[in-house]
């Protein structure tokens, strides 16, 4: 997608904290962080959100449920907890339209979110 920023991102065009990578996933750190932990965690095909999700993609959630796992372990946030979410359309919160989701931890994270 040529105007999408975490395409730019996961290409190189975009400088950014890399967190993790593998050939479906690009992790990096988020530049306005909600938490002391607040890693975007992207698959590298472009999806505009969950919704269009389908059956072709039921071993990516998987992979990305994974790494997320994997990161919080790393970061030291798999014992205290931490979030995992995804905002889906403009009434749910997303701003940029390529599947992404927060691993938010490292703080009592507060509920409901907003």
């Known amino acids: 997608m040529v105007d999408c920023i975490f395409c730019k991102i996961i290409n190189g065009e975009i400088p950014s ?4 990578e593998d050939e479906l996933v690009y992790a990096f750190e988020d530049i306005n962080p909600s938490a002391p932990v607040h890693v975007l965690i992207v ?3 472009h999806i505009a959100s969950l919704e269009e999700m389908d059956e072709r993609h039921t071993s990516l959630i998987g992979h990305l449920h994974l ?3 994997k990161i919080a372990k790393e970061r030291k946030i798999d014992e205290s907890g931490y979030r995992f979410l995804t905002n889906v359309g403009k009434d749910g919160g997303q701003s940029v339209f390529h599947l992404h989701y927060h691993l938010l931890g490292g703080r009592t ?6």
Do not use: D, F, R, T
């Open 67 to 69: 790494v997320a796992s």
């Open 17 to 20: 904290s890399k967190v993790y």
């Open 109 to 114: 994270l507060q509920w409901p979110p907003g």
């Open 43 to 45: 698959p590298k095909e």
